[in-house]
């Protein structure tokens, strides 16, 4: 096998197994970077590809948009060890998802890491939803939730007839993706009770404020205690935080009542 580079920033990355041919890129270099990002993929929970591309490109002290970084998940993709899907997000936006195939995962284990489910693996699994929009939005949420230093947890196991799409923060926050959808009175009481048996909090996080404006009048008017947010304001200051226009990248929660 190739020898790695010593002065390479990945040099102690994991070898590649012998029977896995790279024709089309400097070995010495792509090797490890591609060891790196199965690592990424195997142990990170995020599905968002752009998150395991910051992963590899902080190893490297380069950008997400280096040919180093792409390179590396390009390889992977085209040899079948990963598949991804664009699912929409706000307005025209979409977000890229991404998962280990039957392939990658043996590979993973070649390699020694042992499989996390990422998001897209839970909610495909435990919830047996596939609806891209759906998607989105919750795994947006996650990878909001913990860019910020909260704790976020996809399609958990519940036993509720109306478990929530995350749990959120240390106190496990039953938190519901609602999308563009303005929930009614009578399905706001519902999710509220529900959250009420597991004595957990409750929190809501729609795709835009005008969409959670009108729920939090009604759970206020209900006695409802209830947090928050939008995937759209919160995309924005992560945005805002990342190319220098924020000092902070802003806080999960925008609204309490």
């Known amino acids: ?81 990963i598949v991804t899907k664009q699912v929409p997000l706000v307005h025209s936006s979409t977000v890229t998802v991404v998962q280990l195939t039957t392939k990658g995962e043996l590979l993973a284990l070649e390699l020694g890491y042992e499989k996390v489910s990422n998001d897209w693996d839970l909610i495909t699994s435990n919830r047996s939803i596939d609806e891209p929009y759906y998607i989105g939005q919750v795994t947006q949420v996650a990878f909001q939730c913990r860019i910020r230093g909260v704790e976020a947890e996809v399609s958990p196991w519940i036993a509720s007839d109306n478990p929530p799409d995350l749990l959120v923060g240390k106190e496990g926050r039953w938190v519901y993706t609602t999308g563009s959808q303005i929930l009614t009175r009578k399905a706001l009481a519902r999710l509220a009770e529900s959250a009420s048996i597991a004595n957990k909090p409750l929190g809501f996080i729609t795709q835009r404020k005008r969409h959670w404006t009108s729920m939090a009048e009604t759970c206020k008017k209900l006695g409802i205690a209830a947090w928050f947010s939008d995937v759209e304001r919160l995309v924005k200051a992560t945005r805002d935080y990342r190319n220098g226009s924020n000092k902070e990248n802003g806080k999960l929660w925008l609204h309490e009542v």
């Open 1 to 81: 096998m190739p020898k790695i580079l010593s002065n390479n920033p990945l040099a102690g990355a994991v070898p590649l197994p012998p029977a896995l041919k790279i024709t089309e890129y400097r070995y010495d270099l792509i090797a490890p970077r591609i060891s790196f990002a199965v690592k990424s993929l195997t142990t990170n929970p995020t599905a968002v590809l752009f998150d395991h591309y910051d992963v590899l490109a902080a190893a490297l002290h380069t950008t997400r948009y280096s040919r180093g970084v792409r390179d590396a998940f390009d390889f992977l993709f085209k040899e079948g060890y």
